[in-house]
């Protein structure tokens, strides 16, 4: 790897680790795509080097989301939990079903959502000031579990950021702000990122240089990311991550056929 390529890598891994503060993802649903068509990498070694990147990524986040917006821990035990069990379990039947079907349902739906979230106008916790977590999620620990199941399943069916799916789940159905919403959308992806880096490196989908070399670069940029969106006014947070999860969307329904081509 020359010195040119280290740098490439590394300023790659740092965008990501920004864009994965900001929004609150791992940065998998950017990176993935980037590995096959940049790196010629295949499907499952993409996605197994992306979680290198991924499992850091979120965890520093994480911290620094939760730093800003303190959660009510069994809340977050049960999110995750659920997401966990979800991964573990969806994982095993993935092979069963038609994975571009299946991709381009999800996408549909997160399609609405990010149009939902673009128009829509809701009450959030301001320009900037903390959201009072527990009073918010006072009763609805059932349904704060079924949205981590159903962002855990989608971890485990499709390979794509339970995060990415939850996190506008927490925000238009249980009605957290945009920022605790985030928040308890990494609570749900870092410890399915894990599990799901572990499974992935057992099978050899791992190239452990690449993704160690991007997850450096993310390293530095993560917090300044998380910090970016502790700025933001929460519509305007809500609007780029609409507008971010419409890409996202688009991509899964014709990136199959680009790759293909």
Known sequence: M??????GLLLMGAGLGFAGGVFGIGGGIIAI?????????DQAAAQGTA???????????????????????????????AGTIA????AHVANQIDQQLLKSLCALFLLLVAISMIRGKRKGAGNG?????????????????????????????????????ATPLFARFVGLGQRTAQSFG?????????????????????DWKLGLTLAVGGLFTVAPGVALAH????????LWFGVMLAAASLWLLVGHYIMRN
């Open 2 to 7: 020359d010195i040119l390529h280290l740098l």
């Open 33 to 41: 795509p980037v590995l096959i068509i940049g790196f010629g990498t």
């Open 51 to 81: 979680l290198v990147l991924m499992v850091p990524n979120l965890l520093i986040a994480w911290w620094r989301y939760v730093h800003h917006n303190p959660l009510p821990w069994k809340d977050v035990v049960a999110v995750s939990l």
């Open 87 to 90: 991964t573990w379990g969806a």
């Open 129 to 165: 000031e903390a959201e009072d977590a527990a009073a918010k999620t006072a009763g609805k620990r059932p349904l704060l579990a079924l949205v981590g199941a159903i962002g855990g399943g989608c971890m485990g069916l499709l390979g794509i950021g339970g995060g990415l799916v």
């Open 186 to 206: 990494i609570s749900l992806a870092a410890p399915s990122a894990a599990i799901a880096l572990g499974a992935y490196s057992l099978h050899g989908n791992v």
């Open 231 to 238: 700025r933001l006014p929460e519509r305007k947070l809500q």
